[in-house]
């Protein structure tokens, strides 16, 4: 009897051992990155008030938080712009082993910080690191793996990142009952492990065939310049998918970074007068606060992971651009749906329906976004769509920060003379609610700028 077309078999059976080495390494490396940007978030808002002077005011805190937020994203993105192209000139297993090791080490670092200006240095360095690493990922996977594979396995990379955010709130919920001025450290000094990735990165990772291909071909005719800016933008052809790539990851970066990982935001004071009506002593709420927003975060991501296995599969049935279209409707709708109804700990599941909706796209982004650049470009164009947003999406927290406090303030100055501090709260709480819902309309850009893409199902990546 013949054997079957390798056509016929599961994408997962046409990979050879040194397929899955890179598939797996490349994972790994997105995942850990993952784990660090969500220890990040949940180490935050403790990190600033340890760190700040005493008696800082809340409203304050809260801008503080959305300023480091927004200097990790900021960071995050110059990173990618840097490391995609050299990613391209140098290699992409050599510029990965790089990215790790910064975002690991300056993970590390960000606990060893004596004041919130030290903190923030911190955080825009680890940014550089995590912000070269998708790309770098990304470009790796889809160049070293066979076209039949490739969609399925950069959808399953991507899904992946969900299990290194789960395990942020696993670690997370693990100190729960520790003090939380100081448990914030503790995240970071965990964020620091994936440092030993770099090695297996540095001495066993090889260059993929086609982009030593495109390297000496780039080297023989003395032409196109290998991870080039000039020529990704200088070229029509790489210059429009280029910008309008961009503008969709605008949408649903600024959609998740902006928006939707500020759930937790929401969680612990709801959960906390949830919990203060049992009239509970402050410890147990505290520890209570602590373990239910990193169980908000792992039921957002268990449930991520399986929106971006269904968007994998449905983006391979029914095209990219469709599968677009209703992923940032679905994530528009979901987000204003938890930010508007989100009360206690019966509702967590609309936090699994938010996290199904928005994260599910960026699957898309791993499938979708090396297919519109040559190898020559894979890398810088895939960091620049991804990353490049994030300098929009880094203004999303001050925003989101500067209009809950305008919303925050008119809420509580309406309220009578009387009123207490838990109406105050519960004023400046409905407000944080309104801010996230204006901010989620930023996901209507991504279904506008789709007619301005090609659709790429069937279609081999392109080449020179």
């Known amino acids: 009897m013949s054997s079957p077309s390798v056509s016929a078999l599961p994408w997962y059976r046409t990979l050879t051992r040194e397929h899955w080495f890179v598939f797996t390494i490349a994972s790994l490396a997105w995942m850990f990155d993952c784990l660090d940007q969500q ?19 809340p409203l304050a805190l809260k801008q503080l938080s959305g300023w480091a937020q927004s200097v990790f994203v900021a960071g995050w993105a110059l990173g990618g712009l840097i490391f995609g192209s050299v990613g391209d000139r140098i290699g992409r297993a050599k510029t990965l082993s790089i990215t790790v090791l910064i975002y690991s080490l300056c993970t590390g670092l960000s606990a060893f910080s004596r004041d919130v200006t030290e903190f ?26 066979p076209d039949l594979a490739r969609p399925k396995a950069l959808g399953l990379l991507q899904a992946l990142s969900a299990v290194g955010n789960v395990t942020a709130g696993l670690c997370a919920m693990a100190l729960a009952e520790i003090d939380p001025m100081h448990s914030w450290k503790y995240l970071f000094w965990i964020g620091a492990a994936p440092a030993f990735l770099c090695i297996f990165i540095m001495f066993r990772l ?52 902006g928006v939707g990982f500020f759930s937790g935001s929401l969680i612990g004071p709801a959960i906390e007068k949830a919990l203060r009506a049992q009239n509970l002593s402050p410890e147990k709420i505290n520890a209570g ?33 469709i599968v677009f279209a209703f992923g940032f409707v679905a994530a528009f709708a979901a987000t204003i749906f938890f930010f508007r109804n989100f009360q206690t700990k019966s509702d967590i599941w609309m936090t699994g329906l938010m996290g199904f909706c928005q994260l599910g796209i960026f699957a898309g982004f791993a499938i979708y976004l090396p297919e519109l650049f040559p190898t020559r470009l894979r890398s810088t164009g895939v960091s620049f769509c991804y990353n490049v947003g994030r300098f929009i999406a880094a203004t999303g927290p001050i925003t989101l920060g500067s209009l809950q406090k305008t919303l925050g303030e008119s809420a509580v100055a ?37 007619p301005f893409l090609p659709e790429t199902k069937g279609r081999p990546m392109p080449e020179e």
């Open 289 to 321: 606060k602590q373990w239910w927003t990193a169980a908000n975060l792992i039921v957002q991501n268990i449930c991520a992971f399986f929106g971006m296995i269904a968007f994998s599969k449905l983006a391979a049935i029914y095209g990219r651009k």
């Open 414 to 450: 309406a309220l009578p003379k009387t009123a207490d501090a838990i109406a105050k709260a519960d004023a400046q709480l409905n407000a944080f609610r309104d801010a996230a819902c204006w901010l989620a309309g930023i996901y209507l850009l991504g279904v506008l700028v789709l």
């Open 206 to 257: 090889k260059e993929p065939g086609k982009w030593i291909a495109a390297r000496v071909a780039s080297r023989a005719v003395g032409g196109k310049a290998m991870g080039s800016y000039g020529s990704l933008f200088g070229e029509a052809r790489w210059r429009s998918p280029a910008i309008f790539g961009m503008l969709l990851c605008v949408a649903g970066v600024v959609g998740l970074w």
């Open 120 to 145: 923030m240095i911190f955080r825009a360095l680890t940014g550089l690191g995590v912000g070269g690493v998708f790309g770098l990922a990304v470009a790796l996977v889809a160049d070293s793996l």
């Open 39 to 57: 220890l990040f978030i949940l180490a935050r808002d403790n990190a600033i008030k340890a760190l700040s002077a005493p008696g800082t005011e």
